[in-house]
């Protein structure tokens, strides 16, 4: 994690809002996560919730859509939980990023005003975004592409922020991207990855793209992602050991779960000696879920500084690994939006499902049966 993310973080951590204050006479649907585990009965639909007011350089955003990221199916079974208690207790509203209408404002807002179409993406010591409701700092949002849906919107901010931060901020110095540079999306189908890939095409107009994904999605992302070769993400290895076909970069967007060493390993295989690997599913929340966050970040950090030495020893090969994680900016959400106005990048969204339906939206999550996000609706 580079200097400009850690800041960027710990600005957000000291003010995230606390919800303290809440608006009189109003009440909200959300979502409310009452404890840590498998169990989507955890999840409790409930329809009289107080409503936040905002103060200071917060608003309040009427939200019309949010979403289910990776994180959000992790976090409700314990993941981050040790970070998260630092700021909440339960019961805690999940949900990272949405799109809708600002409502009210603090009197320290400067660069928006009620009723702008806005979308936002918070980090998981936030109160989320699967309600009705929801108090933001000005700082984290911007204005939604104004050729999108509400629904478009709100599958975006969160994994593009996660994936932009990779590929600017991430990446030593020395090793920026260029056209000529070969990459490998490793799990191009999911948010973060799908969106890597069209960055990389149709933006950065990177010459070799490939990426591995299952290959019923093969022709979705060789039309829709513009890459250039897709590979059968169960195969043994990634390519042959023919050291001309290898990779420069490779963004493992692939967890792997249980298999996480052996994902490792494929990727470290692929790449050229020199070659640069980021994950996104790094040490410093594992060792501080693990340890305690004043033990376990400290931990965690040793283990990130060290993982490239760690790489060498391991596999005999001189491989950068790095690690990118989401980062909260409104003035990159901006970029960002500039460009799904350009007609740059597209949306991918797949399953729609009501507020009150969430258990059912989570078990379509867990089962795998989307092809591109899943978008949650409140009715008005």
Request: some cysteine.
């Amino acid at each position: 994690m580079n200097q400009k993310t850690s800041i960027n973080l710990l600005t957000s951590f000291i003010r995230a809002p606390k919800n303290e204050n809440f608006i009189n006479g109003i009440k909200m649907k959300g979502i409310l996560l009452n404890g840590y585990g498998e169990s989507l009965d955890l999840l409790e639909y409930k329809t009289e919730l107080p409503v936040p007011k905002p103060i200071k350089s917060q608003v309040l955003i009427k939200i019309h859509s949010t979403s289910i990221n990776p994180l959000d199916n992790v976090m409700r079974k314990g993941y981050a939980s040790s970070i998260v208690d630092l700021k909440l207790k339960l019961p805690i509203i999940l949900g990272r990023e949405c799109s809708g209408e600002i409502v009210e404002i603090g009197d320290s807002v400067w660069d928006y005003e009620i009723g702008d179409q806005v979308w936002s993406a918070s980090p998981p010591f936030s109160m989320g975004s699967h309600c009705e409701y929801i108090i933001v700092d000005e700082s984290e949002i911007s204005l939604k592409p104004k050729n999108l849906t509400h629904q478009q919107s709100a599958s975006i901010p969160f994994a593009s922020l996660t994936a932009w931060n990779a590929i600017y901020n991430v990446l030593p110095s020395n090793k920026k991207i260029t056209t000529n540079t070969k990459i490998l999306v490793n799990g191009g189908n999911g948010s973060v990855g799908f969106f890597i890939l069209q960055l990389l095409k149709r933006h950065l107009n990177v010459n070799q793209v490939s990426t591995t994904c299952n290959i019923k999605h093969f022709e979705k992302l060789k039309k829709l992602a513009q890459v250039n070769e897709t590979i059968d993400y169960n195969k043994l290895k990634i390519i042959d050991n023919d050291n001309d076909n290898k990779f420069d970069l490779i963004f493992n967007c692939y967890d792997g779960g249980k298999n996480q060493n052996e994902n490792e390993k494929k990727c470290v295989d692929a790449l050229k000696d020199g070659g640069n690997l980021i994950g996104f599913n790094g040490p410093l929340v594992k060792f501080s879920d693990r340890d305690g966050v004043l033990s376990g970040l400290p931990m965690g950090m040793m283990d990130q500084l060290n993982s490239s030495e760690r790489i060498k020893k391991q596999y005999s090969k001189n491989v950068h690994l790095d690690y990118a994680i989401f980062s909260p900016s409104g003035s990159t959400l901006k970029q960002i939006s500039k460009l799904y106005e350009n007609n740059i990048l597209i949306p991918n969204i797949d399953k729609q499902f009501n507020l009150n339906q969430i258990k059912e939206a989570y078990n379509c999550f867990e089962n795998s049966n989307s092809n591109g996000k899943i978008i949650i609706n409140n009715k008005f």
